[in-house]
């Protein structure tokens, strides 16, 4: 179950694991893109955690918007519109409602991966967050409960360590080609970690994965 | 004829504000000139500074949307999503080099030329040959 106060914790956590990752998330950008996706997510979501706190609300749908629409005007990169996409569908699906299901989460969650699709243009094996969201997506399809939430969460940090040995097909890492293999898609790590302390805060008891360690 | 506008959108500030005041040279007071550039200080482009400046455009032009590269496409089409559908029929996005491009359309809507001409100029920008060859 989804409440507007797990889901401003959500914000809360997610935020500060960005914080823990930044580097990394550079790091990793730096190497096939443009070397800001840390900073850019960073600055992102403490701007959407801030207007979160800042405005309360019982409506989760009214919540999701307040965070696409700070993303969209503080990211600045792609990352920025493909989140606030994921946000908007968020909100299509729980507009009026205080709180969600399991079931209500997985449609949210399906709705958001295929407007990332539609915004991101891009497919799955392209070495883009769509490597993430839509093995973990289809994992809540097939279990739309708080197990599946668990299970979808460990799918999605192996779909982002597994796009290491893609070639990137879309965003500036495509135009390295061969050479972007060797680097896990930094899109798809925040990814991951979004799945990761999603289901933290609506199951409890996840485990961190050490990404420093793990794709670095 | 229709009225236009051009709307520029940059990861820079500074190329889309001096983007426009080169346009505003050649396209003389008739053509709208606006931008939608940076994040700020910073670089980035920014979809709801993107539906502040489509919304400021006067309200029967055509409207013509340059882009340097990457996410400044996306967050357009991102904008254009949640801005009018009145904004939304009037928009189009152009695919061209941003500044010979824009320059083709300042110079194109400054003649009086339909919106599909303008577009059409625009476009063909890209194979223009910058370099005259020699006689």
């Excluded at chain 1, 839509?134 to 399809?141: D, I």
């Excluded at chain 1, 991951?192 to 793990?214: H, R």
């Excluded at chain 2, 006067?58 to 996306?74: K, T, V, Y």
Aim: a negative charge; hydrophobic letters at 45%.
């Amino acid at each position: 179950m989804l409440t507007t106060s797990a889901f401003v914790a959500f914000i809360q956590a997610y935020t500060n694991r960005l914080d823990e990752l930044q580097p990394l998330l550079d790091q990793l950008d730096n190497q096939i893109g443009d070397g800001d996706h840390g900073t850019n997510m960073t600055r992102g979501f403490h701007a959407a955690n801030e207007r979160l706190t800042s405005t309360p609300t019982d409506d989760l749908g009214a919540l999701s918007q307040t965070v696409a629409m700070t993303l969209l005007s503080s990211v600045g990169g792609a990352s920025g519109p493909l989140y606030a996409t994921v946000f908007l569908r968020f909100s299509a699906q729980w507009k009026g409602q205080s709180q969600v299901d399991a079931k209500e989460i997985t449609e949210a969650i399906v709705q958001a991966r295929d407007g990332l699709v539609v915004r991101g243009k891009a497919h799955v094996g392209e070495k883009t967050m769509i490597d993430v969201w839509s093995p973990a997506a289809q994992t809540l399809q097939e279990n739309p409960t708080v197990s599946g939430l668990l299970k979808a969460a460990t799918v999605a940090a192996e779909a982002a360590v597994g796009t290491r040995e893609l070639v990137a097909g879309k965003g500036r890492a495509a135009y390295l080609g061969e050479r972007s293999r060797g680097t896990c898609d930094p899109g798809s790590v925040s990814s991951a970690v979004f799945f990761e302390e999603f289901a933290n805060v609506i199951v409890g008891g996840v485990e961190k994965t050490p990404w420093p360690t793990l794709v670095s | 004829m229709a009225n236009i506008s051009l709307l520029i959108v940059s990861h820079s500030r500074d190329l889309g504000a001096g983007l426009v005041t080169l346009l505003g040279q050649l396209a003389g007071p008739e053509v709208d000139l606006r931008h939608a550039a940076g994040l700020g200080d910073n670089i980035g482009t920014d979809a709801t500074f993107i539906m502040k400046q489509l919304a400021h455009c006067p309200h029967d032009n055509e409207i013509l949307i340059f882009f340097d590269l990457g996410s400044a496409l996306m967050n357009t089409q991102m904008a254009l999503e949640l801005v009018d559908e009145d904004v939304q029929t009037r928009a189009h996005i152009v695919d061209a080099p941003l500044v010979e491009g824009a320059i083709a359309a300042a110079v194109s809507a400054r003649a009086g030329m339909p919106v599909e001409q303008i577009i059409q100029h625009a476009r063909e920008a890209k194979w223009m040959e910058k370099i005259p060859k020699e006689a």
